[in-house]
């Protein structure tokens, strides 16, 4: 999404970009001290956020009849798992909220790094905490076989299963004190960058391939393919669909503290 604006690839006028790596969860919790002028947010961590950030209708990331997992070192039921301890990879993931909407319950969990979660539920414990199952997002989403791992469910299919929509999982948020002039034009940036990646896939996956883990360039090629494509380029009115559905199925079960209508940056 970003390598246009990294690699200076489009002319950003007045406008710097530094850009900060780090996990979901990190950007989330960073996010309630409106740190970052522009972030990745989780649609559950926006939920909270509404107040502070609007969403760019550019730079989602919907899994399309996938989405995030749960393994396990062996097959589970669905009342199996609701019974487990969870690795999960942070509280405020959507990840978190779409397992939390398919097990209709709370569930015990134990918060670890994302990409340590199949070794710890291949181990079987986590800073000396039971580990039963664990929720997989990024990478580990393709390799979880190789460490002997089952599927218990894939809440991407879940969700589209029940809806016809793809899940929402991730967005981009501006801060709302930046002013209409400032977020119409970060928010064009934003989007000629992941227009000018999708146009130039290769050069553009060269650069991400630095980050991938464990992928060799096929499985880099098709885990970016599950993340960044035309959901990315626009939220589309599904896509804007299944966010509202997805917040107002997360408030009915009370698993947010308020109903919220998202609201998306305009021209």
């Given at each position: 999404?970003?390598?246009?604006?990294?690699?200076?690839?489009?002319?950003?006028?007045?406008?710097?970009?530094?850009?900060?790596?780090?996990?979901?969860?990190?950007?989330?919790?960073?996010?309630?001290?409106?740190?970052?002028?522009?972030?990745a947010?989780?649609?559950?961590?926006?939920?909270?956020?509404?107040d502070?950030?609007?969403?760019?209708?550019?730079?989602?990331?919907?899994?399309?009849?996938?989405?995030?997992?749960?393994?396990?070192?062996?097959?589970l039921?669905?009342?199996?798992?609701?019974?487990?301890?969870?690795?999960?990879?942070?509280?405020?993931?959507?990840?978190?909220?779409?397992?939390?909407?398919?097990?209709?319950?709370?569930?015990?969990?134990?918060?670890?790094?994302?990409?340590?979660?199949?070794?710890?539920?291949?181990?079987?414990?986590f800073?000396?905490?039971?580990v039963?199952?664990?929720?997989?997002?990024?990478?580990?989403?393709?390799?979880?076989?190789?460490?002997?791992?089952?599927?218990?469910?894939?809440?991407?299919?879940?969700?589209?299963?029940?809806?016809?929509?793809?899940?929402?999982?991730?967005?981009?948020?501006?801060?709302?004190?930046?002013?209409?002039?400032?977020?119409?034009?970060?928010?064009?940036?934003?989007?000629?960058?992941?227009?000018?990646?999708?146009?130039?896939?290769?050069?553009?996956?060269?650069?991400?391939?630095?980050?991938?883990?464990?992928?060799?360039?096929?499985?880099?090629?098709?885990?970016?393919?599950?993340?960044?494509?035309?959901?990315?380029?626009?939220?589309?009115?599904?896509?804007?669909?299944?966010?509202?559905?997805?917040?107002d199925?997360?408030?009915?079960?009370?698993?947010?503290?308020?109903?919220?209508?998202?609201?998306?940056?305009?021209?």
């Amino acid at each position: 999404m970003f390598y246009a604006l990294a690699a200076d690839k489009i002319d950003t006028g007045p406008y710097r970009f530094v850009h900060e790596l780090v996990d979901i969860e990190t950007l989330n919790r960073r996010a309630f001290a409106g740190e970052l002028e522009l972030t990745a947010l989780s649609i559950h961590a926006y939920a909270h956020l509404a107040d502070t950030y609007v969403l760019c209708p550019c730079g989602a990331s919907m899994g399309d009849g996938y989405g995030p997992i749960v393994v396990a070192k062996r097959p589970l039921t669905k009342d199996e798992t609701a019974a487990s301890v969870i690795a999960v990879p942070g509280t405020l993931t959507s990840a978190f909220l779409s397992l939390s909407l398919w097990l209709g319950r709370p569930f015990q969990h134990v918060v670890v790094p994302f990409d340590r979660i199949l070794d710890v539920v291949e181990a079987g414990q986590f800073e000396g905490h039971k580990v039963d199952a664990g929720l997989v997002i990024h990478e580990g989403q393709l390799t979880y076989r190789e460490q002997g791992l089952d599927l218990v469910v894939d809440l991407g299919v879940w969700w589209k299963d029940r809806h016809g929509l793809p899940l929402p999982l991730g967005a981009n948020g501006i801060r709302r004190d930046l002013g209409h002039e400032v977020i119409r034009d970060v928010t064009r940036l934003l989007s000629e960058s992941i227009n000018w990646g999708l146009d130039h896939r290769q050069e553009s996956l060269a650069y991400a391939g630095k980050w991938g883990r464990n992928l060799d360039a096929a499985r880099t090629d098709t885990f970016v393919g599950m993340y960044v494509n035309d959901w990315t380029r626009d939220f589309g009115t599904p896509g804007r669909a299944s966010v509202q559905l997805f917040l107002d199925e997360a408030h009915d079960a009370g698993l947010i503290p308020r109903k919220i209508s998202p609201e998306f940056v305009s021209g």
